[in-house]
């Protein structure tokens, strides 16, 4: 059952009420464009701007979300979906940590039980979206005008993320369609059981199909909004993720024409300006939360917990199997780095040791005490390689030769295009998953669907933080979440 009293409302602090009483009297455009100010609101507020005529409490709804999915709850490892990825990709084997701080009860698993803090976060974080979308998807009749029915479609669009994101966390991927996973609110708060995979599947698909319909001709004003291409891409991550492979080839053609692959790759990611980002949220000074950010525990040049001694480092072996000539080997530390040493041309001398093979991927600059990189959820190259990907499955080899050609090329100048097929040229696309999206919170969820199991000890030179040289096999309980404690004594 949904656990109501979790669920049904949001205690609402002076600021919200205050927030709301001067949401109407804001101007379109500002709730277009900047979503700083917008904090998270309730089902009833929805209905509450509904009624009030226009779009502008709606606007505010949208962006109050938004500002969610960036900013997440008030933990140091909270700070949103881009908090979910990292702690996803602490999972996989490819990044690993220096040491138990923030975010090692994910690198060793520990937060797996039904009592975690985290576990519990995480469910809270995804059904307070879906709350709050189905606000908007009920308050909102299906013969409203389309400007406001824009809004509808977006909140479709959200709740589908949080189901596919749930859905992967709480239940193994490769599970039957019959498989007891996770239950489904449309916002009548009335208690539900756990639904099935296959149930779940489906209303994700349909709620994704919805959206993407309906946001076809839409035209956002910046990249921190959803429109067709942003639901374009989990449609091609859904299809690729429950092997349709047709279908993953038409949106991830969709998702990956969304601006051009970057030929400078040592920009930091950090700008939503960068022209391979599909979806983002801009992170300003009055919206940083500073320490308990994604670039505090990740951008090796800032005084935050990665400069301190949290390295985040990518597993030697995979390092080892990006090219010398591919730019993307620069995303890790190639030596280790004394203090002291400036990383980044421009930027303060660190003041910490800098380990071989630590990320330096994500860089926020300018540097010390400054945390102020735009969050990026999408970038148009996972999408050819979710393209290319789909063509091989399909035997379709040349083109998927291509496709991985287009974007390697730009990323190697000595990349030839590749001769492998079958079997050969799947792995292949593999690797460069692995190499291109280190850090984007894609890898352990490529792990499940393609049923690869967590081996630590593979003869790894990096450092792993202690008791997380684990080895799971890919189906073990232990490779998803239980369903945190409250929501089960809800249940009973």
């Known amino acids: 059952m949904m656990k109501e009293n979790k669920f049904k409302t949001m205690k609402l602090d002076k600021y919200l009420v ?35 005529g226009g779009t502008v409490g709606l606007q505010a709804l949208d962006g109050a979300i938004l500002s969610y999915f960036r900013d997440g709850e008030a933990g140091t490892d909270e700070f949103g979906i881009k908090a979910v990825d990292l702690g996803m990709d602490l999972r996989s084997n490819d990044m690993d940590m220096s040491r138990n701080t923030w975010f090692g009860v994910y690198n060793n698993y520990d937060n ?52 596919f994101y749930l859905i992967r966390i709480y239940e193994h991927t490769r599970a039957s369609d019959d498989t007891e996973a996770i239950p489904i609110d449309f916002g009548d708060f009335v208690g539900q059981p756990n639904s099935t995979v296959g149930e779940v599947k489906a209303q994700i698909l349909q709620d994704l199909t919805l959206a993407y319909n309906g946001l076809e001709g839409y035209a956002r004003a910046s990249k921190e909004e959803v429109d067709a291409s942003v639901v ?63 670039f505090s525990h990740m951008s090796q040049i800032n005084d935050g917990y990665s400069g301190w001694n949290h390295f985040k480092t990518v597993n ?40 071989k093979y630590t990320s330096l991927k994500f860089i926020a600059e300018p540097g010390p005490g400054v945390f102020i990189g735009d ?14 990907e789909a063509l091989a ?57 393609l049923g690869v199991g967590l081996n630590r000890k593979d003869g790894r030179q990096n450092l792993v933080m202690p008791g997380a040289d684990l080895v799971i096999p890919a ?18």
């Open 393 to 449: 499955r399909q035997n379709k080899d040349l083109e998927a030769q291509q496709v991985l050609y287009d974007l390697n090329s730009v990323r190697d100048e000595s990349y030839v295009i590749s001769t492998n097929t079958g079997q050969a040229l799947i792995d292949e696309i593999l690797l460069y998953r692995r190499i291109e999206l280190w850090g984007d919170g894609v890898a352990s969820f490529d792990m499940a669907r």
């Open 316 to 355: 030697s072996n995979l390092y080892d199997m990006i090219p010398a000539s591919d730019k993307r080997l620069a995303w890790f530390a190639d030596q280790e780095y004394g203090p002291w040493e400036i990383l980044v041309p421009g930027t303060w001398g660190h003041y910490n040791i800098t380990p």
């Open 475 to 492: 189906l073990d309980p232990k490779m998803i979440y239980q369903i945190p404690i409250a929501e089960v004594d809800a249940s009973n």
């Open 232 to 294: 374009a891409a989990f449609l091609a991550r859904y299809h690729l993720t429950y092997e349709n492979w047709s279908e993953a080839e038409l949106f991830a053609d969709i998702a990956m024409s969304v601006g051009s692959i970057e030929s400078d790759v040592t920009h930091g990611f950090d700008e939503l300006s960068l022209s391979e980002v599909i979806w983002g949220s801009e992170v300003t000074e009055a919206t940083s939360e500073v320490y308990a950010s994604f």
């Open 112 to 163: 797996i039980i039904l009592t975690s803090g985290d576990n519990e976060f995480i469910w809270e974080f995804f059904y307070k979206i879906i709350n709050n979308a189905n606000g908007i998807i009920n308050q909102i009749p299906e013969t409203s005008p389309e400007e406001t029915l824009i809004f509808k479609y977006k909140s479709h669009a959200y709740r589908a993320i949080a189901y």
């Open 18 to 52: 205050f927030f709301f009483s001067v949401t109407l009297f804001m101007s379109c455009g500002d709730l277009d464009r900047n979503f700083d100010e917008e904090r998270y609101l309730t089902e009833s507020h929805a209905q509450a701007n509904n009624e009030a």
């Open 375 to 388: 969050y990026i959820y999408l970038r148009n190259t996972e999408f050819y390689l979710t393209k290319a």
